[in-house]
């Protein structure tokens, strides 16, 4: 088709560059839930062998993303600028052990390592047709950073199993969690894990249970369905091959009924989006074959004057782009300035909540100042703070950013539209289509804050002045040292924070900024270069070949059926 364009038009090479989107479609399916519910044996079950490790303390430390590759690779991504490694073995067991030292919080404490990612590649069936399946950590353990770790990744979600079981029924923890998967998820599905350790009757009082509680707390819907799954049993059958057992486990059931559904459904979504942007596509080929074929027909004279007029209006066009940057960075200013207000308010928060810690403390020693205590109060206390803020502040500055952009992605339209209704309009050729345009996207975590947080309070050392004071100033200056601590501490948290979410600002403003002016760029550098080229090949020969307009509205007729043939509903 490239060959049949009489000019070459860049409509063809995205019209291909679609349906690559469309053969590597993807659907990333998280599995949530309270560390110890099974999650990834489930996981592992889906997969057909033990790929993933498990054990009887927290195990899942860094989330995995798992798909399908022809062969078993593991990729591991640092926070640092260390390049990524790939690493291939064959047998399930060395990929578990190699997965240990990088995921596990026993081979890597508090992420020492300072992974970003981990990418799981293997050819298990249930992954062949585009399934992303994402291993996180359990939240409510003692471990806040595994919290922290499972709520980042909730943006990369399309959908979620969330695992429970009745060892012991829902807590209160997960229903807290539920809330904020319920933010980023389209759907989300319930398994109750472990029903093999249940008698019959003792599964229909849990699966009751769990309806009522999920149901009164506002989690779900009336009627919503939960699956009973034995996730050891699914995996021991697959293992064995045993299909009955397969059946009774309930993983069956899980694979047709969730994940076939929802991979059928992506790709019917992705259709039509795909199908959209192609009948766009061609609309913006046929009004540019139609402004060629024009300037092939009009007399010269009148073909150069209208040239000109193009070409004037297109000098305005650039001005007007202008004003759009202008527009775009006092945003971005904007948007800055919000960002400095806020951490000064989190500063201010961050130490009177510290304070009140300190003073919960105090109060409960009978007004004494126990260093050790304390100590332990506020190592439990800052990442809780920190990592709840770190998720507020995304959120603002997601809802604030994407606001802002969507304004300018509108002006940016009408910018691009205006170009091609002036050319229609002077060459007097209709205008096929008016060009839109999908949401600009942030992406999955656009500040994603890398850094620890700083969790530990160390007051200096009393001096031999302090030690010599009476009791009640000695408490007085050691409670000084220790707000100073504190007011470091937060300081240092919050610049963490306030830096990472600059970062991420200013590049998601400069990303945003250069996509319009490309944007705009290939529409102006398209729609002139048809008629300048059209102008020079005129002005350079005499007459005009019928056999070269004969190729125009060939090629027209072409477009036009595709066009037609988009426009048909698509079979399910």
């Not at 997965?99 to 990418?119: M, S, W």
């Not at 429970?164 to 829902?170: H, L, M, Q, R, T």
């Not at 810690?357 to 409960?364: D, Q």
């Amino acid at each position: 088709m490239r060959q049949a364009w009489p000019d070459g038009h860049p409509a063809l090479g995205s019209l291909a560059g679609l349906r690559e989107r469309l053969d590597d479609a993807r659907l990333q399916v998280a599995v949530l839930g309270q560390f110890k519910r099974g999650k990834s044996t489930f996981i592992n079950a889906l997969l057909g062998a033990e790929f993933l490790p498990a054990a009887v303390v927290p195990a899942t430390a860094i989330p995995t993303f798992i798909g399908w590759a022809p062969t078993p690779r593991i990729s591991v991504s640092y926070q640092d600028p260390r390049p990524a490694e790939d690493i291939r073995l064959e047998d399930p067991a060395s990929i578990r052990e190699r997965l240990r030292q990088f995921v596990t919080e026993e081979g890597n404490p508090l992420n020492f390592r300072r992974i970003a990612r981990v990418d799981l590649f293997v050819p298990a069936d249930i992954l062949h047709d585009g399934i992303v399946l994402i291993d996180t950590p359990g939240i409510g353990s003692t471990l806040h950073h595994n919290t922290d770790a499972a709520l980042r990744v909730l943006p990369e979600c399309d959908a979620a199993l969330f695992v429970v079981s009745a060892d012991p029924p829902i807590t209160e923890a997960e229903l807290a969690y539920l809330s904020k998967v319920q933010q980023h998820v389209v759907r989300l599905y319930f398994v109750l894990n472990k029903v093999d350790y249940l008698s019959e009757p003792e599964q229909v009082d849990a699966l009751a249970f769990l309806q009522t509680t999920l149901h009164d707390t506002g989690q779900v819907h009336s009627g919503q369905q939960i699956f009973l799954l034995s996730a050891r049993q699914a995996l021991n059958a697959r293992a064995g091959q045993d299909e009955a057992t397969l059946e009774t486990s309930g993983l069956k059931r899980i694979e047709h009924d969730v994940l076939q559904v929802l991979a059928r459904e992506k790709v019917i979504a992705l259709q039509a989006s795909i199908c959209a942007k192609a009948t766009n596509l061609v609309g913006q080929a046929l009004l540019d074959l139609g402004l060629q074929r024009r300037a092939l027909e009009l007399p010269l004279e009148d073909l150069e004057q209208r040239s000109q007029a193009l070409e004037k209006a297109l000098r305005e066009t650039e001005r007007e782009r202008q004003v759009a940057r202008d527009l775009l960075d006092g945003d971005r200013r904007r948007a800055v300035e919000e960002l400095e207000s806020q951490a000064e308010q989190l500063r201010h928060d961050g130490r009177d909540h510290f304070s009140g810690v300190v003073r919960g403390v105090i109060e409960s020693n009978g007004a004494v100042l126990d260093r050790a205590s304390v100590q332990q109060a506020l190592n439990a206390a800052i990442p809780a703070f920190f990592a709840a803020r770190l998720t507020e502040v995304a959120s603002d500055f997601r809802q604030l950013v994407e606001a802002m952009l969507a304004r300018h992605q509108v002006r940016a339209d009408a910018l691009v539209g205006s170009v091609r209704q002036t050319a229609a309009a002077l060459f007097d050729v209709p205008l096929q289509a008016v060009e839109t345009t999908e949401p600009f996207r942030l992406g999955p975590e656009p500040y994603w804050v890398t850094q620890q947080w700083r969790d530990a309070v160390m007051p200096s050392p009393d001096t031999l002045v302090t030690w010599l004071l009476p009791s009640a100033l000695r408490q007085k200056a050691l409670r000084r040292q220790l707000e100073a601590e504190i007011g470091a501490l937060v300081q240092h948290n919050v610049e963490n924070l306030r830096w990472a979410t600059l970062r991420g600002v200013n590049e998601t403003f400069r990303r945003f900024s250069a996509q319009l002016d490309a944007r705009l760029a290939e529409v102006l550098r398209v729609t002139q270069g048809v008629i300048t080229r059209a102008v020079e090949r005129r002005q350079s020969q005499s007459g005009l070949t019928v056999a070269e307009l004969q190729h125009v509205h060939a090629f027209a007729e072409t477009l036009a059926g595709l066009r037609a043939a988009l426009a048909e509903p698509m079979e399910t």
